[in-house]
């Protein structure tokens, strides 16, 4: 087995600038707020006591939100929601601190000292983030990985492995076919071997797959299941205890509950709103003359999709391309000769999708949430990829989890592409919240400013 010896060394320098933060933002503000008790040596080892408290406050509370439990995969999106959601839980807990104890040092004008807060924490926490992403890009901080039985998931994971360097994954290739224990045991050894990736899908009988994962206890071999894409039983299900015995219940998801279906319908309405009182009221004129001045046609191009348990609807967007028979049949290709010049700088920069606003308006879609797709490519994958359906568990977006991470167009290979866009939906339809609806809005504004490469 791979020996660790640094993680958690890791973890407690990211804890200790953590508190350096936070311990010197509050002692800024104290001062600067208290010039008569700068030197008032009594007051300063009573907020000793304060600043203690506050560490405890901060660690207790990192044991619900998870934000030092960082796996690898770990997206910038996942992490600035659980690092978000311990921010507002933190002022919060700082504020009915300082109501009840009448204490100076928690009412030194809380709402800039949040502000700074909430900016040096994200700041300091972000630089961490991306540094460590670009040291393990660089070949440090690294996991021996290997994988065993070969399967559709299996080369997804290990496309995922080799495309994104920066999550430390060092893959050794088990090239026999026949599994023999001492062999097996002598390869972790040689490679120091950390995870082993094992398929569900494998063509070893039950008494070679109980050896494997013997062996790997004895090792020390940490297993992970790469569970089948086509198959159902992993997305279905939740795993819950009844005392010690454990059950498999169906699964519920966020939005099955009326709380948090009320929550986003009520954000999406007003979004909407905002959105095209103050900006399509302006740019829907201009954009319509460019499209009318330069080619033949509608302004605006209706197309059907699946929504919502996969009713059909007609989603709307700027005209992008010339008129054409192929429309609703043909995906966009690289340099497709049907787009225009306007609309290749509408689709770079997503503006043809404004008009899907109004689509929220009318209930058909949501802001954020897996995009539709045409009628055609929905109708030959759905077959062919198991759970592809459950992405119509939730009002599809104008923008979603699959675009901001990267995940749009059809470029490589199509199959695996499709079939990790399918996986990012399913996750969000699983793990949805209000905060990585804004995490996606905010990553969907940046990408548009900067203009999305991926775009055809």
Request: hydrophobic content about 45%.
């Given at each position: ?322 008129i054409n028979d192929e429309s609703t049949t043909k995906t966009t290709q690289v340099n497709d000769s049907r787009i225009t010049r306007v609309g290749k700088f509408l689709r770079k920069t997503s ?106």
């Amino acid at each position: 087995m791979q020996r660790i010896r640094y993680s958690r060394y890791l973890k407690s320098i990211i804890i200790l600038l953590d508190l350096m933060v936070i311990a010197s933002i509050f002692i800024f503000f104290f001062i600067s707020r208290n010039e008569s008790l700068k030197f008032h040596k009594e007051t300063w080892y009573q907020n000793v006591f304060s600043l203690i408290l506050l560490f405890l406050f901060w660690m207790l509370l990192s044991g619900r939100t998870k934000i030092y439990n960082i796996p690898r995969n770990l997206t910038y999106t996942l992490f600035l929601e659980r690092l978000l959601i311990h921010f507002l839980f933190f002022i919060l807990g700082v504020l009915l601190i300082g109501k009840v104890s009448k204490n100076v040092f928690f009412n030194s004008d809380i709402y800039w000292l949040s502000l700074y807060l909430l900016v040096f924490i994200f700041l300091a926490k972000s630089i961490i983030f991306f540094a460590i992403k670009y040291l393990r890009s660089l070949g440090a901080n690294y996991r021996n990985v290997m994988f065993l039985g070969d399967s559709g998931s299996t080369e997804i994971l290990k496309n995922i492995f080799e495309d994104r360097k920066d999550y430390g994954y060092r893959i050794f290739e088990y090239e026999k076919a026949e599994i023999k224990a001492y062999e097996l045991v002598e390869f972790w050894k040689k490679n120091g071997i950390h995870t082993l990736f094992l398929s569900t899908e494998n063509s070893f009988s039950e008494d070679t797959e109980a050896q494997i994962f013997k062996m790997a206890e004895e090792n020390k071999v940490h297993i992970s299941l790469i569970p089948s894409i086509t198959q159902s039983d992993f997305f279905l299900y939740d795993l819950g205890y009844i005392q010690t015995q454990p059950v498999l219940n169906q699964a519920r998801y966020p939005l099955d509950y009326y709380a948090n279906f009320l929550m986003k319908r009520a954000f999406d309405i007003i979004f909407s709103l905002v959105i095209l009182i103050f900006i399509c009221s302006w740019v829907f004129p201009i954009i319509a003359l460019l499209i009318k001045t330069t080619s033949k046609g509608p302004v605006f191009f209706l197309q059907k999709r699946y929504g919502f348990h996969e009713e059909v609807f007609n989603c709307i967007k700027f005209r992008t391309m010339v008129i054409n028979d192929e429309s609703t049949t043909k995906t966009t290709q690289v340099n497709d000769s049907r787009i225009t010049r306007v609309g290749k700088f509408l689709r770079k920069t997503s503006l043809d999708e404004l008009p899907q606003f109004i689509n929220v308006l009318k209930g058909e879609m949501s802001v954020v949430g897996p995009r539709p797709h045409m009628l055609a490519v929905d109708n030959y994958y759905k077959p062919k990829i198991g759970r592809y359906s459950l992405r119509s568990m939730v009002s599809p977006g104008i923008t979603g989890l699959s675009q901001v991470s990267g995940l749009r167009g059809d470029f490589g290979d199509i199959e695996v592409e499709m079939k990790k866009r399918i996986l990012a939906d399913a996750f969000y339809v699983r793990n949805w919240s209000f905060v990585l609806d804004l995490v996606i809005i905010l990553k969907t504004v940046l990408l548009v400013i900067g203009g999305d490469k991926n775009a055809k």
